[in-house]
């Protein structure tokens, strides 16, 4: 009994200690968003990584939510005789919830898990620690144009993700349903109000922002080799979806 | 000069550094002997304030290293460049970027200089052109300790801390490797202070030697005085014998 106490008290210590330096991390990140240099090439290397080369299953992930939407919303809406407010309801799920959500789950998946595993084998084969040794501050070249970059590509994304979403709906529910176009764009232009935009825009900033700051976490602070990286970039992938999911809670209560 | 004073350091109860003493005098090569999982390289980490001490100070010039934060930290830092024991190059740079690489981030020279300066460094380490556009993994150890080398000279540094140049080298390249070394430091006239088990060669380029054991500093003079020495722990080492291995 004593010992399960102990092991209790043990874990409990680590996750606390883990938060903490974890908000050290994002907290030294932030200060440095202030200093020069700011290395606008490896940022654009970055948003080529994170955004460009996330863009086609973005794009595929987009067009088939759109797509189930449109498909669940027309049969749920034709009980009512509503089919008319399909386009308003493909456009307030995808631009207030689904988009930001599931654009930050998709980015986490391919590019968080790689820029874990990129830091965690320069961690590993002392490539950070050659670079505080050259006096270069290693969060400033290796983690800030990554958490630049993901803050700029995943509203971006989450942008793409929300138009071919509509047009995913739009191909279901007019195209193939019958739904009538005009009815399907005019209730979404009365029904997407600002808030519902700027709500989905802080929304991705916000998961962009945890999704780097994980990933670089992470990577930075991976031991114990191949083995170590490979932690690392599971925890990456499971720590990110689940803070999504909890800021995204948190988020919608206020943009409610 | 750089002196430790009394430098601490335990990992997970188990005291690693425990109350070293030491000076390196300046532009002589100091070499620390000892067997493997002693401490040898995280003595060199603390050295160049990558690990902190639990106790003790590093002093360089006056200025306490393990104390020095900020600016001035990375002020010391820029009189140190580090040769890592697995060479620890850019693996997404190629060689010719990653011997170049302190220079463009650290500097504004103009981009002949700075190629000017870079193949300046190759060819000091004897490496052809050929390598240059090359990337680490397509290296051999022996290549990839010359690059890293390289790079270290790069920086003109005033202290080269070399973590076990030679180790996984086979002999002709060990002794290639180990003139290099002999051979820069004659030009530039740095610093060295070498982490190496690499007995008798190691002799052949030491000014001074230090045997570290059990955390302490149990030995210290020119090589001659390390092979006089009758302290039975260093000649076991020195001499290789097995029984070493078992206190």
């Not at chain 1, 010992?3 to 932030?30: H, K, N, P, S, W």
């Not at chain 2, 180790?167 to 202070?193: C, R, W």
Request: aromatic share 8%.
């Amino acid at each position: 009994m004593v010992d399960l106490i102990r092991q209790l008290g043990r874990r409990t210590l680590g996750l606390v200690q883990e938060a903490g330096r974890m908000q050290l991390f994002l907290l030294e990140a932030l200060g440095l968003f202030f200093i020069p240099p700011y290395r606008p090439r490896s940022i654009i290397k970055q948003l080529q990584f994170i955004g460009v080369k996330s863009s086609s299953i973005i794009l595929l992930t987009g067009a088939f939510t759109g797509m189930v939407l449109g498909l669940q919303g027309f049969y749920t809406l034709r009980k009512y005789g509503s089919e008319g407010a399909l386009g308003s309801a493909v456009a307030l799920s995808l631009v207030r919830e689904l988009g930001p959500v599931l654009t930050a789950l998709m980015v986490s998946g391919r590019a968080g898990s790689a820029i874990t595993a990129e830091i965690g084998i320069m961690r590993i084969t002392e490539q950070i620690d050659a670079l505080d040794t050259m006096a270069i501050n290693p969060m400033q070249y290796v983690v800030m144009p990554k958490i630049i970059a993901g803050l700029l590509a995943v509203p971006l994304l989450t942008a793409i993700f929300d138009v071919i979403g509509i047009w995913g709906g739009y191909l279901v529910g007019v195209v193939l349903l019958g739904v009538s176009s005009g009815s399907y764009f005019s209730g979404m232009v009365q029904s997407v109000e600002s808030l519902d935009v700027n709500g989905g825009i802080v929304k991705s900033l916000v998961f962009g922002l945890t999704i780097m700051l994980v990933a670089c976490y992470k990577g930075y602070y991976t031991a114990r080799g191949a083995e170590g990286v490979s932690r690392a970039t599971t925890q990456t992938v499971v720590l990110s979806a689940v803070l999504v999911l909890g800021w995204d809670y948190i988020l919608t209560s206020f943009f409610m | 000069m750089i002196k430790i004073v009394d430098l601490s350091r335990t990992f997970n109860g188990h005291a690693v550094l425990d109350g070293i003493n030491l000076e390196i005098l300046q532009g002589e090569i100091t070499v620390i002997i000892g067997k493997s999982g002693v401490g040898k390289s995280v003595l060199l980490k603390h050295i160049i304030g990558l690990l902190k001490p639990d106790r003790g100070q590093i002093i360089i010039d006056g200025q306490d290293i393990t104390r020095a934060r900020g600016a001035a930290l990375k002020a010391l830092k820029q009189r140190f460049a580090y040769l890592f024991q697995g060479g620890a190059l850019f693996d997404s740079l190629p060689v010719f970027e990653n011997v170049a690489f302190p220079l463009r981030e650290k500097t504004k020279l103009p981009e002949a200089e700075i190629i000017s300066r870079t193949k300046e460094r190759l060819a000091q380490v004897a490496l052809s052109k050929e390598v240059e556009n090359k990337y680490p993994d397509e290296l051999s150890g022996g290549m990839k300790k010359r690059v890293a080398l390289a790079r270290a000279l790069i920086q003109e540094p005033e202290i080269i801390l070399f973590d076990e140049p030679v180790t996984g080298l086979d002999p002709p390249m060990t002794n290639t490797v180990f003139h290099l070394i002999s051979k820069t430091h004659q030009e530039s006239g740095y610093t060295a202070l070498i982490v190496s088990h690499d007995i008798p060669e190691i002799f052949g380029i030491a000014d001074h030697v230090a045997m570290l054991h059990k955390g302490r500093i149990i030995a210290y003079g020119s090589p001659e005085d390390i092979q006089r020495e009758t302290n039975p722990v260093v000649q076991h080492f020195i001499q290789g014998e097995p029984d070493f291995l078992e206190e």
